[in-house]
């Protein structure tokens, strides 16, 4: 009977103790691990982009004096030419030059919404051509009226100013039957040629390629008519384009044959000169 009984005590205290144990157990299976602690970072903050390249907008400042100080002064102009026609495609000329023949062409197009300006330098043989027309004219010191009797009204008005010797004079004609007067606006009229091709051709180099032949086919029409001051002083130009390989074919076999034009015409005049000094 005691048997029994301590069996029986036995039992109680083991069912007594599984449902403990049981739930012990249960408590660590579902407990979470907790994981070491991390640091917790802000997300940091979106910086603004930097606005447009700084360089850049210090650049155009800073290279706008050197294009004021390559330009020759104002005061230092001693030739003015201005040539005046409304209704053509070229409405205003105005070219500006000092002794040496460094200046500047301002011009207006008749498609352009304000005047365009770049600057030239003269050759020593254009020069030549029109302090020579100036000096047989005597121009600062005379009073003569250049203007034609006979004037087409097509024609335009030109104005020459020259400054010497602190003095100065400007005349002003639509056409002129004077040789040396006629040779002055006839002069000026082809640096405004060969200027304005030089500048639109610079411009369809870099943004319209393909409009460079018609500037070519452009040229030759101005070199075969004689409306070019001094023909051999575009040879280095002329050269350039030939070997441009940005420009269509065309326009590139179109300089090398002006050019090749140009030198044989100045070939021939120097055995000319030549012949003649024997």
């Not at 051509?129 to 250049?146: H, I």
């Not at 051709?201 to 030759?220: F, K």
Request: net charge positive.
């Amino acid at each position: 009977m005691r048997i029994k009984i301590c069996i029986f005590l036995i039992l109680l205290c083991v069912a007594a103790a599984t449902p403990a144990f049981g739930q012990k157990k249960r408590s660590r299976t579902k407990r979470p691990v907790k994981k070491p602690p991390t640091a917790v970072v802000a997300a940091p903050k979106p910086t603004p982009e930097p606005s447009a390249d700084p360089p850049k907008l210090n650049s155009r400042p800073d290279s706008e004096p050197n294009k004021v100080n390559s330009a020759p002064k104002v005061a230092a102009f001693t030739h003015i030419y201005v040539f005046e026609r409304p209704g053509f495609t070229y409405p205003r000329v105005e070219i500006r030059h000092d002794d040496a023949g460094k200046g500047v062409i301002i011009f207006e197009k008749i498609d352009l919404d304000e005047p365009m300006d770049d600057p030239i330098e003269l050759s020593p043989a254009t020069l030549n051509t029109l302090n020579g027309a100036f000096t047989r004219l005597n121009f600062v010191d005379s009073t003569e009226d250049y203007e034609a009797k006979k004037v087409n009204v097509a024609t335009g008005t030109i104005s020459i100013t020259l400054k010497q010797n602190g003095r100065s004079r400007t005349a002003t004609f639509r056409w002129s039957d004077n040789p040396d007067a006629k040779l002055l606006m006839d002069e000026y009229r082809r640096i405004s040629n060969e200027a304005i091709w030089k500048f639109e051709m610079q411009v369809a180099r870099e943004n319209q390629p393909l409009e460079t032949p018609r500037l070519m086919a452009r040229l030759s029409s101005l070199y075969e008519s004689n409306e070019l001051p001094d023909p051999p002083h575009l040879l280095p130009l002329l050269k350039q384009l030939a070997n441009d390989e940005i420009l269509p074919l065309i326009a590139r076999n179109d300089a090398e044959r002006v050019a090749k034009a140009i030198e044989k015409s100045e070939a021939k005049r120097i055995k000319k000169e030549e012949k003649g000094k024997n």
